[in-house]
């Protein structure tokens, strides 16, 4: 049972499914949650990404019988990555009464605008897409963190570039945001605990593949390597047009780019490229949790492909199915969110979370990953 479309008659349905409803997005034989996050744009693989995932992880459940009876169902609202207009959206979820929570919702600035209305309105937010330090503040017991924060990812860049490779001069290039300085922040962070700086910096507007100025102010510094956060779309610009300027460097970026779309939009020009990652390879089969995720995948759409975005989408649907079940019968936001604290240690299989008192974030893991000339992804091992 899932939607991608706004409210409309079927929301309004809802208002009178019955007594158990009262504003929670609950009936007798369903439970409603909405995900508002980029579905179109220069970042709408993400949105689309997650939802694919959870969507997985809910039907998956939904073919098992469902949660104490209830069925999930999935309203995805675009918000073209842009907090005033997710602001609206998330307003608008919050005052229909039609949802018992916010699932996957996408970035750094759309968060930091919306958070602090769920978290006034008692609104569970679950795996929001982004690595941000201030959703990870113990006091806000509304939201539930997958994924490790983007200083691990910047840090494990550092690491690399410095310890394993060696290079000194590294530039950076981030989207003029929230999220952006979050990660310039990071990267200035690693290389200070080395006695070291940035040789340059360039930026670009959210939503805007306008990267040339950055470019040619980054190429005056002549670096070895260029870490860069930011969105798929002017990211895989910036590349095209420094190979096209033969810069030989070493291109490394952030989880939220969203690998795979990133590679088909750079093509030939991603080979070398380095991606952090925050979930396994979806293509390791081996690993319990990404052989469910595949199996489940596949069952949602056979012409589906994994991907790093589905499958954190996965883990974040899975996490949020587990919070329901223990929740129980009588479901409330109240009583999914206590749920959701108490949950501990959750081991999917290959993907183990941990959640305790003011900790409200399951995993601290980032991998290092190569795109390959031919657009497949290579797992680098640690000092490699």
């Known amino acids: ?15 009178v499914a019955g007594p158990l409803a009262a504003g929670q997005g609950v009936t007798d034989d369903t439970i409603n949650l909405a995900q508002v996050a980029a579905m ?18 809910f039907e998956e459940a939904n073919r098992a019988g469902g949660i104490n009876g209830r069925m999930i169902s999935l309203t995805s ?12 959206e998330t307003r608008s979820v919050i005052g229909s009464g039609n949802y018992l929570a916010l699932v996957g919702p996408v970035g750094t600035p759309t968060t930091k605008a919306t958070q602090p209305i769920a978290t006034e309105a008692g609104m569970p937010m679950i795996a929001p897409f982004t690595g941000a330090g201030f959703l990870r503040a113990p006091e806000l017991s509304n939201v539930v963190n997958v994924r490790a924060t983007y200083d691990a990812e910047t840090q494990a860049w550092i690491d690399h570039l410095v310890d394993v490779e060696g290079l000194t001069d590294i530039a950076i290039l981030y989207q003029d945001d929230g999220f952006g300085r979050v990660g310039l922040s990071g990267v200035t962070k690693a290389l200070e605990a080395r006695g070291m ?13 306008a990267v040339k100025s950055a470019l040619l102010e ?14 798929y779309k002017p ?23 969203g690998s795979k779309a990133l590679a088909a939009e750079l093509g030939a020009d991603g080979d070398g490229v380095i991606i952090s990652q925050v979930v ?15 199996a489940a995948l596949t069952a949602l759409d056979g012409t589906a492909e994994p991907g790093f975005v589905s499958l954190e989408g996965y883990v974040a649907g899975r996490l949020t199915v587990e919070g329901l079940r223990k929740a129980g019968r009588d479901l409330t936001r109240e009583s999914f969110m206590a749920a959701m604290s108490s949950l501990g240690t959750v081991d999917m299989g290959g993907m183990v979370m941990t959640f305790g008192p003011g900790d409200n974030q399951g995993s601290d893991d980032v ?18």
């Open 367 to 384: 991998f290092l990953t190569r795109i390959e000339a031919d657009g497949s992804f290579t797992a680098m091992r640690p000092g490699s």
């Open 1 to 15: 049972m899932f939607s991608l479309t706004r409210m409309s008659a079927f929301a309004a349905a809802l208002v």
């Open 218 to 231: 980054i190429r005056k510094a002549k670096p070895q390597a260029v870490v860069m956060v930011g969105a």
């Open 77 to 88: 609202i675009d918000d073209g990555y842009e907090p005033d207009r997710s602001i609206t």
């Open 197 to 209: 700086s940035l040789v340059a910096e360039g930026s670009y507007t959210r939503n805007t593949v």
């Open 235 to 257: 990211l895989a610009e910036f590349v095209k047009l420094s190979r096209k300027m033969k810069m030989d460097v070493t291109f490394v970026t952030i989880s939220f780019v």
């Open 280 to 294: 396994p390879q979806p293509w390791d089969s081996n690993l319990p949790v990404v052989a469910e995720y595949q």
């Open 40 to 57: 179109d744009g220069p970042a709408g693989a993400l949105g689309t990404g997650m939802r694919q995932g959870m969507m997985a992880a």
